[in-house]
Protein backbone atom coordinates (compact mmCIF):
# COMPACT_ATOMS: atom_id res chain seq x y z
CA UNK A 1 0.00 0.00 0.00
CA UNK A 2 1.77 2.87 -1.25
CA UNK A 3 -0.84 5.83 -0.90
CA UNK A 4 -1.22 8.11 1.77
CA UNK A 5 -4.77 7.60 3.01
CA UNK A 6 -5.92 10.73 5.13
CA UNK A 7 -8.90 11.41 7.32
CA UNK A 8 -10.57 14.65 7.40
CA UNK A 9 -12.74 15.19 9.83
CA UNK A 10 -15.30 18.69 10.25
CA UNK A 11 -17.38 19.59 13.22
CA UNK A 12 -19.55 22.83 11.89
CA UNK A 13 -22.59 24.04 11.47
CA UNK A 14 -25.50 22.87 9.10
CA UNK A 15 -25.66 25.74 7.25
CA UNK A 16 -25.16 25.57 3.70
CA UNK A 17 -24.47 22.00 4.06
CA UNK A 18 -25.75 21.22 0.43
CA UNK A 19 -24.00 23.47 -1.24
CA UNK A 20 -20.74 22.42 0.44
CA UNK A 21 -21.90 18.87 -0.28
CA UNK A 22 -21.83 19.67 -4.13
CA UNK A 23 -18.55 21.06 -4.16
CA UNK A 24 -17.24 18.54 -2.41
CA UNK A 25 -18.22 16.05 -5.79
CA UNK A 26 -17.04 18.48 -8.00
CA UNK A 27 -13.34 17.89 -6.39
CA UNK A 28 -13.77 14.43 -6.77
CA UNK A 29 -14.93 13.55 -3.23
CA UNK A 30 -16.97 10.61 -3.53
CA UNK A 31 -18.44 9.37 0.04
CA UNK A 32 -19.06 11.42 3.31
CA UNK A 33 -20.30 10.43 6.68
CA UNK A 34 -22.63 13.12 8.70
CA UNK A 35 -23.52 12.93 12.14
CA UNK A 36 -25.51 15.06 14.00
CA UNK A 37 -23.67 16.14 17.32
CA UNK A 38 -23.69 18.83 20.31
CA UNK A 39 -20.64 20.34 21.23
CA UNK A 40 -18.90 23.24 23.01
CA UNK A 41 -15.73 25.49 22.84
CA UNK A 42 -15.01 28.88 23.45
CA UNK A 43 -18.51 29.76 21.75
CA UNK A 44 -20.72 31.05 24.82
CA UNK A 45 -24.05 29.09 25.86
CA UNK A 46 -27.51 30.32 26.33
CA UNK A 47 -29.98 30.77 28.92
CA UNK A 48 -33.38 28.31 28.28
CA UNK A 49 -36.38 27.44 30.76
CA UNK A 50 -37.03 24.03 31.45
CA UNK A 51 -40.85 23.41 33.34
CA UNK A 52 -39.97 26.79 34.83
CA UNK A 53 -36.34 26.20 36.07
CA UNK A 54 -33.82 28.59 34.12
CA UNK A 55 -30.55 26.62 33.06
CA UNK A 56 -27.46 27.40 31.26
CA UNK A 57 -27.02 25.13 27.92
CA UNK A 58 -23.51 25.44 26.60
CA UNK A 59 -23.75 22.59 24.23
CA UNK A 60 -24.71 23.70 20.73
CA UNK A 61 -26.05 21.90 17.75
CA UNK A 62 -23.12 20.48 15.32
CA UNK A 63 -22.53 18.32 12.49
CA UNK A 64 -19.45 16.08 12.03
CA UNK A 65 -18.39 15.48 8.64
CA UNK A 66 -16.17 12.78 7.93
CA UNK A 67 -14.09 12.19 4.78
CA UNK A 68 -10.94 10.00 3.57
CA UNK A 69 -9.58 10.98 0.66
CA UNK A 70 -6.42 9.18 -1.07
CA UNK A 71 -6.07 10.97 -4.38
CA UNK A 72 -8.20 14.55 -4.01
CA UNK A 73 -5.25 16.82 -1.93
CA UNK A 74 -6.20 17.68 1.57
CA UNK A 75 -6.03 21.10 0.88
CA UNK A 76 -8.74 21.07 -1.57
CA UNK A 77 -10.74 19.67 0.93
CA UNK A 78 -9.47 22.34 3.35
CA UNK A 79 -10.27 25.33 1.14
CA UNK A 80 -13.66 24.22 -0.09
CA UNK A 81 -14.58 23.47 3.71
CA UNK A 82 -13.44 27.02 4.81
CA UNK A 83 -15.22 28.99 1.28
CA UNK A 84 -18.75 27.00 1.93
CA UNK A 85 -19.00 26.57 5.74
CA UNK A 86 -17.43 29.78 7.05
CA UNK A 87 -19.17 32.41 8.46
CA UNK A 88 -16.44 34.50 10.05
CA UNK A 89 -18.12 34.04 13.60
CA UNK A 90 -17.28 31.95 16.45
CA UNK A 91 -18.81 28.77 16.12
CA UNK A 92 -17.97 27.80 12.92
CA UNK A 93 -15.71 25.07 13.85
CA UNK A 94 -13.08 22.82 13.22
CA UNK A 95 -11.08 20.60 10.86
CA UNK A 96 -9.43 17.97 12.25
CA UNK A 97 -6.47 15.42 9.65
CA UNK A 98 -5.06 12.91 10.15
CA UNK A 99 -3.12 10.29 8.27
CA UNK A 100 -4.80 6.61 8.00
CA UNK A 101 -2.91 3.41 8.32
CA UNK A 102 -5.26 1.42 6.08
CA UNK A 103 -8.84 1.41 5.30
CA UNK A 104 -10.05 -2.18 4.39
CA UNK A 105 -13.54 -2.64 2.70
CA UNK A 106 -15.84 -4.82 4.70
CA UNK A 107 -18.03 -6.60 1.62
CA UNK A 108 -14.68 -7.31 -0.82
CA UNK A 109 -12.01 -7.53 1.55
CA UNK A 110 -9.92 -4.43 -0.73
CA UNK A 111 -7.41 -2.41 1.20
CA UNK A 112 -6.62 0.79 0.93
CA UNK A 113 -7.18 3.10 -1.95
CA UNK A 114 -8.73 0.41 -4.06
CA UNK A 115 -10.85 0.04 -0.63
CA UNK A 116 -12.35 3.42 -1.00
CA UNK A 117 -13.22 3.17 -5.43
CA UNK A 118 -16.66 2.77 -6.63
CA UNK A 119 -17.27 -0.40 -7.74
CA UNK A 120 -18.57 -0.14 -11.81
Not at 7 to 28: H, M, Q, S, V
Request: charge should be neutral; glycine fraction near 8%.
Amino acid sequence: MSEILTKIDIITRPINFEKFKAELAKIGVSGITVSDVKGTSLQKGYIETYRGVNRENSLHDRIKIEIVVCEVPVQDVVDVTRKFLSTGKPGDGKIFIYELANVVKISTGAEGYDALKDEK
